[in-house]
């Protein structure tokens, strides 16, 4: 990311210092908690875009000191006083000193925005790339983000903070100074007993994404690009000994990158070994989620019943053919609970760990695990699609590799062993 800085702003979780709006419906102590753990969950992600990058990541606080600072969120961070004076003059000044130490694109957030990710902070450099600033709005009418490549002290200067006129007042600044803008997807902020249902869901369903990669540069970004508007959660990436830059691009993207060796099922098992979520989705590098997939997993997961569940599954660009395939897919999906991985199933995180994961085998090992899956719960089938690359079937031919397809699915029902599957369903 070159001469980038992400700073995070927070203060020291001392009871009845902070969260003080949230003090009656939580206490005090219940308050400092609160802060206590979101912000540890902001540095926790930020975090893993920090990994590869050496003072990337600045945390400026209040209250208390640096040592009790570095004690509790650990000492591989900057750490700085936002010192004195109302929001706008201390983000001012974290801005300033960073430009003067010639870091040349800032991104400054808040802890109390939940729903911030790595993805959000990502794209909100590469905004940064062809604009001068960059503002993540907060649904309460304030803002959660702001990046800059240049310092803009009327940003700053008399704004009513903390109403909810702070958006639209710094925009009609931008406008004023010729900025170019570009404004990110709205969040919600946690600041009043009503926004305490943002938090527990977020904290309560973390969604770990696992992508198995081999040799997949053409596709990756694109599909990272789509994952990249999820609310919260972690992509990690499973590469299996890629000999292109599929990893790199994974890393640009804030993906957690593991190497395996190439075989699917032992990847998808080895990335959610390593996740933290209490969903996971396992994702193909050619599949592009549709808008808000994160909500889709999670309110047919609400459901007690539900184990696990897949999406809808299109091909594009498509032919008379493959839309066929598509309906046959839907088809079997809902009458006979059986998708297949390109489908980007989810499954609850325990649930998998439970049942020992996806069997150590060379082939079929996403058909072996549903089988096992739906004796457990009920399968939510999700309507809107994922989106698929053709590249199977314009590589062979469309029919001859659906027709290879179903072989290979008859051969796995009659017990023909995985390995001897593979050498057919391979061979060139």
């Keep these: 990311m070159g001469r980038r800085r992400l700073i995070i702003f927070t203060r020291y979780p001392e009871p009845g210092q902070v969260k003080t709006r949230l003090i009656p419906a939580l206490g005090e102590e219940g308050a400092a908690s609160l802060q206590k753990k979101m912000t ?4 926790a992600w930020a975090a893993s875009l920090s990994e590869r990058m050496p003072n990337f990541l600045e945390i400026r606080y209040e209250g208390k000191d640096q040592n009790l600072m570095a004690e509790w969120l650990g000492s591989g961070y900057s750490y700085e006083t ?18 003067q130490k010639k870091i040349k694109q800032i991104v400054l957030v808040g802890t109390d925005c939940p729903q911030m990710s790595a993805f959000h902070v990502k794209s909100a450099f590469d905004a940064l790339k062809t604009h001068d600033l960059v503002l993540g709005p907060a649904v309460d009418g304030g803002y959660c983000l702001i990046g800059l490549k240049q310092m803009v002290p009327e940003l700053f200067v008399s704004l009513a903070w903390g109403t909810e006129t702070v958006f639209q007042s710094t925009l009609e600044k931008a406008k004023n100074a010729g900025l170019s803008v570009k404004c990110l997807v709205p969040l919600r902020d946690v600041d009043i007993p009503e926004d305490l249902t943002v938090w527990e869901k977020v904290s309560n369903q973390y969604l770990s994404i696992v992508i198995p990669t081999f040799n997949e540069e053409e596709h990756l970004r694109q599909t990272l690009e789509k994952v990249g508007r999820i609310p919260h959660g972690e992509v990690i990436v499973v590469d299996g000994g890629s000999r292109d830059s599929t990893a790199e691009i994974a890393e640009e993207w804030g993906a957690k990158v593991i190497q395996s060796k190439p075989n699917r099922g032992r990847q998808m098992n080895l990335g959610a070994r390593e996740a933290s979520g209490d969903m996971l989705l396992f994702l193909h590098a050619d599949t592009l989620l549709p808008e808000n997939y994160s909500e889709f997993i999670r309110e047919a997961l609400v459901d007690p019943k539900v184990a696990g569940g897949a999406f809808a599954w299109k091909v594009e660009p498509s032919t008379p053919f493959l839309r066929y395939l598509e309906r046959n897919v839907a088809w079997r999906t809902k009458i006979f609970r059986m998708p297949y991985g390109d489908q980007a199933y989810f499954v609850r995180a325990s649930l998998f760990r439970e049942m020992g ?3 150590d085998i060379p082939l079929m090992e996403d058909v072996e695990f549903i089988r096992r899956l739906r004796k457990v719960g009920k399968l939510a089938f999700i309507p809107q699609p994922v989106v698929t ?23 796995y029902y009659l017990k023909i062993p995985p390995d001897r599957l593979a050498k057919f369903y391979y061979k060139k």
């Design 40 to 43: 540890e969950h902001s540095v």
């Design 82 to 99: 936002q010192g004195d004076g109302d929001l706008g003059e201390r983000m001012a000044r974290a801005f300033e000193e960073n430009f």
């Design 357 to 359: 994961g996806y069997a």
């Design 389 to 411: 690359s053709p590249r199977r079937y314009q590589k062979r031919g469309p029919v001859r590799t659906a027709l290879r397809n179903k072989l290979t699915l008859f051969g």
